[in-house]
């Protein structure tokens, strides 16, 4: 076994229980990810002290950068370890759960704090039946659908969330990422019903005032969000709704 | 995103924080401008120094402005901006961008800030309740009697000097960034390129402001005499020439060195 890979990898057997760290060497092989590799460990969960232990817990599903499940500190940066080619990476690699989120065991996290933050702000459009309602589908322009799109990408995968220095247990912080989908469904046409409520829920404790304007989010996510612009525009958008709120009751 | 009843800050966290941001430029930024083009007439000369700052004290309703526009501002922001400031887990190491590196100096600079404010404030508005003669019982020599406040009161000047340069830098850096992020929080400055462009302009701001209170300090710790004799001869103040500056405060309390 002259090549190797070598993991460094945090673990924790259930939530509440004392992290510790564990390392690992597996033979080298081309064109791994972080993923392969630590399937190969799951068949040989032997670490470096020639214990065999309890394979490492983790999450995945696309393999392809489009889920989110896999997403975790990887030599330190949050990202998708599906993603993270090995031979691109420095050794030994070290991998730790995301430290925002709650952890279920090992490099699995609980990520419900998003999806009920999505809930929070109405982060969808709202049909109301799939009767014929006699009108065509809205329009959207080209420039609007490109705009559109990026922010459609976001995979919930809580890597902004784990940059920004605003979101942590401690702050009720909502989290960049429901900035993008805001943005989104208030652009749509139809999303655009709900615009008040979203925009009221970003009013809310918790809501838009929490950001610090340090644009780690948009830094850090692999999708490329432009959550600082989604950020300013809702900026916008909540100083117009106050001033209605204010002016107009 | 707990449900116990939220305090009043957290109630009108939106409100406040978008008073906070508002605060820190109108007015307590205004009032920093004003206050570094008032100092900074020193550098023309005593006489011009002593007539502005004459001019402010003339102002009518001045305690009430002085209460409304300035002290309670300050108040406001720097209350708020201490309870902010504990919301923010600095991470800079962890992710060394540029946009955080401001994020975290704009909370450093902050604590510098108050902290100076402070230091300020009691070195001359409120240094009588240490038994220094009122600020404005300097009338009309405020040059002098500031000078002396850096020259000859209760610290050597050097510190004073050191003191200020970094208060007066900090509060320079605050300024400016505030006013970036201002823009992002209201949404004036919405997309990516015309953030960076405003960031130019305020880092510009920033050098400008920082020398333009350098100057300041530099004239109201150096200069000894009049700089414009010309102004001065061309009022005619012959009398005001011969007055020495300092006689006025030689009083005991003042002039211990
Ligand atoms: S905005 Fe980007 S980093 Fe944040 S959850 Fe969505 S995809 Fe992930
Ligand atoms: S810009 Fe706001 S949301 Fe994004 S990382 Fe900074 S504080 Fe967090
Ligand atoms: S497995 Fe879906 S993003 Fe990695």
């Given at each position: 076994?002259?090549?190797?890979?070598?993991?460094?990898?945090?673990?924790?057997?259930?939530?509440?229980?004392?992290?510790?760290?564990?390392?690992?060497?597996?033979?080298?092989?081309?064109?791994?990810?972080?993923?392969?590799?630590?399937?190969?460990?799951?068949?040989?969960?032997?670490?470096?002290?020639?214990?065999?232990?309890?394979?490492?817990?983790?999450?995945?599903?696309?393999?392809?950068?489009?889920?989110?499940?896999?997403?975790?500190?990887?030599?330190?940066?949050?990202?998708?370890?599906?993603?993270?080619?090995?031979?691109?990476?420095?050794?030994?690699?070290?991998?730790?759960?995301?430290?925002?989120?709650?952890?279920?065991?090992?490099?699995?996290?609980?990520?419900?704090?998003?999806?009920?933050?999505?809930?929070?702000?109405?982060?969808?459009?709202?049909?109301?039946?799939?009767?014929d309602v006699h009108e065509p589908a809205p329009r959207i322009s080209p420039a609007?659908?490109?705009?559109?799109?990026?922010?459609?990408?976001?995979?919930?995968?809580?890597?902004?969330?784990?940059?920004?220095?605003?979101?942590?247990?401690?702050?009720?912080?909502?989290?960049?990422?429901?900035?993008?989908?805001?943005?989104?469904?208030?652009?749509?046409?139809?999303?655009?019903?709900?615009?008040?409520?979203?925009?009221?829920?970003?009013?809310?404790?918790?809501?838009?005032?929490?950001?610090?304007?340090?644009?780690?989010?948009?830094?850090?996510?692999?999708?490329?969000?432009?959550?600082?612009?989604?950020?300013?525009?809702?900026?916008?958008?909540?100083?117009?709704?106050?001033?209605?709120?204010?002016?107009?009751? | 995103?707990?449900?116990?009843?939220?305090?009043?800050?957290?109630?009108?966290?939106?409100?406040?924080?978008?008073?906070?941001?508002?605060?820190?430029?109108?007015?307590?930024?205004?009032?920093?401008?004003?206050?570094?083009?008032?100092?900074?007439?020193?550098?023309?000369?005593?006489?011009?120094?002593?007539?502005?700052?004459?001019?402010?004290?003339?102002?009518?309703?001045?305690?009430?402005?002085?209460?409304?526009?300035?002290?309670?501002?300050?108040?406001?922001?720097?209350?708020?901006?201490?309870?902010?400031?504990?919301?923010?887990?600095?991470?800079v190491r962890q992710y060394p961008y540029m946009d955080n590196w401001r994020y975290?100096?704009?909370?450093?600079?902050?604590?510098?800030?108050?902290?100076?404010?402070?230091?300020?404030?009691?070195?001359?508005?409120?240094?009588?309740?240490?038994?220094?003669?009122?600020?404005?019982?300097?009338?009309?020599?405020?040059?002098?009697?500031?000078?002396?406040?850096?020259?000859?009161?209760?610290?050597?000047?050097?510190?004073?000097?050191?003191?200020?340069?970094?208060?007066?830098?900090?509060?320079?850096?605050?300024?400016?960034?505030?006013?970036?992020?201002?823009?992002?929080?209201?949404?004036?400055?919405?997309?990516?390129?015309?953030?960076?462009?405003?960031?130019?302009?305020?880092?510009?701001?920033?050098?400008?402001?920082?020398?333009?209170?350098?100057?300041?300090?530099?004239?109201?710790?150096?200069?000894?005499?009049?700089?414009?004799?010309?102004?001065?001869?061309?009022?005619?103040?012959?009398?005001?020439?011969?007055?020495?500056?300092?006689?006025?405060?030689?009083?005991?309390?003042?002039?211990?060195?």
């Open positions: 076994m002259d090549k190797v890979i070598h993991f460094k990898i945090k673990r924790q057997d259930g939530p509440n229980s004392q992290p510790y760290w564990e390392e690992f060497k597996m033979p080298y092989a081309p064109q791994h990810n972080v993923i392969s590799a630590l399937l190969y460990l799951r068949e040989h969960p032997v670490n470096t002290r020639g214990q065999r232990v309890a394979p490492v817990a983790w999450e995945s599903n696309c393999m392809e950068e489009v889920c989110g499940a896999c997403s975790m500190l990887v030599n330190g940066v949050p990202r998708q370890a599906c993603a993270a080619l090995v031979d691109d990476l420095e050794q030994p690699i070290v991998l730790e759960p995301l430290t925002k989120f709650p952890i279920i065991r090992d490099l699995a996290v609980d990520r419900q704090k998003m999806f009920d933050a999505l809930i929070r702000v109405k982060a969808w459009v709202p049909l109301d039946g799939s009767q609007d659908q490109a705009l559109r799109y990026v922010y459609s990408r976001c995979m919930t995968c809580g890597c902004c969330m784990e940059a920004c220095p605003q979101y942590h247990d401690h702050s009720d912080f909502i989290g960049p990422a429901l900035f993008g989908q805001v943005a989104l469904h208030n652009s749509h046409p139809t999303g655009g019903f709900f615009k008040a409520d979203r925009l009221h829920a970003l009013m809310d404790p918790g809501g838009i005032a929490g950001c610090g304007n340090a644009q780690n989010c948009f830094k850090v996510c692999p999708k490329d969000i432009p959550l600082t612009h989604a950020i300013g525009e809702l900026g916008r958008q909540t100083t117009v709704q106050w001033l209605r709120d204010l002016l107009m009751k | 995103m707990t449900d116990t009843t939220p305090g009043l800050l957290d109630r009108y966290q939106f409100q406040l924080r978008r008073l906070h941001s508002l605060s820190g430029i109108v007015p307590i930024g205004f009032f920093l401008l004003f206050h570094l083009l008032t100092n900074s007439t020193a550098f023309l000369g005593a006489e011009r120094y002593d007539t502005h700052v004459q001019q402010i004290h003339d102002l009518p309703w001045l305690p009430v402005i002085e209460f409304l526009f300035i002290f309670l501002p300050l108040a406001f922001h720097g209350i708020l901006g201490i309870a902010i400031a504990w919301q923010g887990k600095l991470n975290t100096l704009q909370r450093i600079t902050a604590w510098i800030t108050l902290v100076f404010v402070a230091i300020h404030l009691l070195h001359f508005r409120f240094a009588y309740w240490f038994g220094v003669p009122e600020y404005a019982s300097a009338h009309p020599y405020f040059f002098a009697f500031t000078q002396k406040g850096f020259l000859h009161l209760w610290l050597p000047a050097w510190l004073w000097i050191c003191m200020y340069v970094i208060g007066v830098s900090a509060a320079a850096f605050h300024f400016c960034n505030g006013i970036v992020t201002f823009c992002i929080t209201w949404g004036i400055t919405v997309g990516v390129e015309s953030r960076k462009k405003l960031s130019l302009v305020a880092g510009v701001l920033c050098i400008v402001l920082m020398l333009w209170g350098f100057v300041s300090l530099y004239a109201l710790t150096t200069m000894t005499r009049p700089a414009h004799g010309a102004a001065e001869a061309a009022r005619g103040s012959e009398q005001r020439i011969s007055t020495p500056y300092m006689a006025r405060h030689e009083t005991p309390s003042a002039a211990r060195e």
